[in-house]
């Protein structure tokens, strides 16, 4: 299946400060991509929509001026998370679709797991 | 071993035996449907899928079925290895929308035992 990179695969980090994760579709180009967050033995939940070219389309009750997402190109999105508190600590995975095969597969990410002290 | 409905999200099983999760979708207008296996601290990886137009798909090992009429699909493991414990979830996507967004069930946590 496709390959879908993500970076870091974990981030300790003080309050107040912000972190960026980056999604990189490695052997194909995504026109959209996916960001999800998942606490602990619970499924998960999606975050926002990331269309490249255009703004991301975020899910009812995720602040969109906390979860900034940038997809630049065909190969690259990235979820900042502003100011960070100990309520935003979990695990963050991005998805990504590869249009060329059977388009509705999602490949996954590793996940990136933040901390925030 | 079987588990049925959301409301066991555990499931033991011995080596070697097969393995049947199940998982009740909410919407009854999906036509696509796909199960993932997610291990500890990583990614969901992609198992099997399966549109609403087929009642039966088959992979290495393992199986889904889909009855639409009481909205229920189910992924059968044959042969269960050590290697397939994990948290298995299901997901499903709406017939319409552009974005192709697929929701997922609560997962079920299958443990193999030797």
């Known amino acids: 299946g496709a390959v879908v990179s993500q970076h870091p695969s974990r981030v300790i980090c003080k309050s107040g400060t912000s972190v960026k994760i980056e999604c990189r579709s490695l052997?194909?180009?995504?026109?959209?991509m996916f960001w999800y967050r998942q606490f602990p033995k619970q499924s998960l939940m999606l975050m926002a929509t990331s269309n490249e070219g255009s703004k991301a389309t975020y899910e009812q009750g995720v602040e969109k001026d906390k979860f900034l997402i940038n997809h630049a190109s065909l190969t690259l999105s990235t979820l900042t998370v502003t100011s960070a508190h100990p309520e935003d600590s979990s695990f963050y995975i991005c998805?990504?679709?590869?249009?060329?095969?059977?388009?509705?597969?999602?490949?996954f990410g590793a996940g990136t797991r933040l901390s925030v002290l | 071993g079987e588990n049925v409905g959301l409301h066991l999200p555990t499931l033991s099983v011995q080596e070697g035996d097969n393995s049947i999760i199940n998982c009740a979708y909410s919407?009854?207008?999906?036509?696509?449907f796909i199960w993932y296996k997610q291990e500890s601290g990583k990614g969901p990886q992609f198992i099997i899928d399966?549109?609403?137009?087929?009642d039966k798909r088959q992979g290495q090992r393992v199986t889904v079925l889909l009855n639409k009429t009481v909205k229920h699909l189910s992924l059968q493991i044959a042969a269960t290895q050590p290697g397939d414990s994990a948290v298995y979830f299901c997901?499903?996507?709406?017939?319409?929308?552009?974005?192709?967004?697929?929701?997922f069930g609560s997962g079920t946590q299958l443990t193999v035992l030797p």
């Open positions: 399966i549109r609403s137009n087929m």
């Open positions: 997901a499903e996507k709406l017939d319409s929308g552009s974005a192709r967004q697929l929701t």
């Open positions: 919407n009854s207008a999906s036509d696509y």
């Open positions: 998805s990504a679709r590869d249009p060329g095969q059977r388009g509705d597969i999602q490949y």
């Open positions: 052997d194909f180009q995504a026109t959209t």
